[in-house]
């Protein structure tokens, strides 16, 4: 049997949870949409369309109460900084520090991975490969947290991320097309998560928020800006004029 968001749900009801302080929970499920309101969200998403299992978990439940974790939506279309990165997020929640979980939804109405974008360090890791998975692991994250493969994404393996990320060079031998792109900057880097597994990112900005990011459409590749940096004799001239 598929393990669809609606079945995990439905699992993880009434079971008791345990935070880092020892403290248990359980959820809390939000009220189920009418179908007037699920056809009101359609309507918002790209094609008017919502896949068949999303209709089914509405009709369910809207989205859940879970622990040290802001509230879950499966329906808040939340547009702010992460715009160049997705056309079409589904935000799912927060965790209180400004960082968000957030579906990728296609332009044909196909709900894909679940991402976390965080702002400082500012890193952008693919988390689940559907909503699904992210539901998984949030019941696992309850069951063991010390064990916890959610917490091991949210915490070592980012870090791991930035560290590589903290010094980036451009890189132009890729093998995508980028003519489509408007504006490519001087010197730039291709950053992929096609066919890559939970855990995988990469830093979004090596010098700036504000700096280029682009996307290839649908596909999970971005094209993020690098900032050349002064060779060190030119530092070093300029150092040497100002005295």
Request: net charge negative.
């Amino acid at each position: 049997m598929k393990q669809t968001p609606l079945w995990i749900l439905r699992s993880m009801q009434g079971k008791i949870y345990q935070d880092e302080d020892g403290d248990t929970y359980s959820i809390t499920l939000l009220p189920g949409m009418s179908p007037e309101e699920i056809t009101a969200v359609a309507a918002n998403m790209p094609k008017g369309l919502l896949p068949e299992e999303i209709i089914e978990l509405l009709s369910y439940a809207s989205g859940l109460e879970y622990g040290w974790l802001d509230e879950i939506r499966f329906t808040d279309k939340l547009r702010g900084w992460n715009d160049r990165f997705f056309a079409h997020p589904i935000t799912l929640c927060g965790d209180g520090r400004g960082n968000s979980w957030i579906v990728d939804v296609d332009s044909e109405g196909n709900w894909g991975p679940v991402y976390f974008m965080d702002h400082d360090p500012p890193v952008l890791m693919k988390f689940a490969d559907d909503l699904a998975g992210f539901l998984l692991l949030l019941d696992e994250d309850g069951k063991n947290r010390n064990k916890s493969f959610f917490q091991k994404l949210y915490g070592p393996i980012e870090g791991e991320i930035y560290n590589c990320g903290r010094h980036p060079v451009a890189d132009y031998h890729h093998a995508y097309d980028l003519s489509s792109v408007s504006n490519l900057p001087e010197a730039y880097r291709v950053e992929s998560l096609e066919n890559q597994p939970p855990g995988a990112g990469f830093m979004w900005a090596p010098n700036r928020h504000e700096d280029f990011v682009a996307r290839l459409g649908d596909r999970p590749v971005w094209i993020i800006e690098v900032k050349k940096r002064p060779d060190l004799l030119k530092r070093l001239f300029s150092l040497f004029q100002s005295l």
